[in-house]
């Protein structure tokens, strides 16, 4: 048996080949939420091993490794990127804009 090659089929080029919305990281899109459009991508999880991000939708913990989205101002910078549950993001329109936290709860 031999290798599988990952070669393009039909010999087109990188330039040539339609432009399908992926970039190195995973697949990227433009979406709008409060007035803006923001970039949204897909994260696998695997690679942030020790991380723990808090979801701004949910107001809870994304624990380490657990596949997520990350999203930001289209203009925005690295600062501006936030960590999101996949439902929560989904759900965005539906929640309040401000998520109450218990008085116990840690403020990061």
């Known amino acids: 048996m031999s290798p599988r090659h990952n070669r393009p089929r039909g010999g087109e080029t990188p330039d040539e080949r339609p432009h399908t919305g992926l970039d190195r990281y995973g697949l990227e899109r433009t979406e709008e939420y409060q007035g803006e459009e923001w970039k949204v991508r897909h994260v696998a999880g695997a690679r942030a091993a020790g991380k723990r991000y808090r979801c701004p939708g949910c107001d809870q913990e994304i624990p380490s490794g657990t596949p997520h989205l990350v999203a930001w101002p289209e203009y925005g910078g690295v600062d501006d990127r936030r960590h999101w549950h996949?439902?929560?993001?989904n759900a965005k329109d539906r929640r309040t804009s401000?998520?109450?936290r218990s008085r116990n709860a840690p403020k990061y």
């Open 86 to 89: 996949k439902a929560c993001w």
């Open 98 to 100: 401000k998520v109450q």
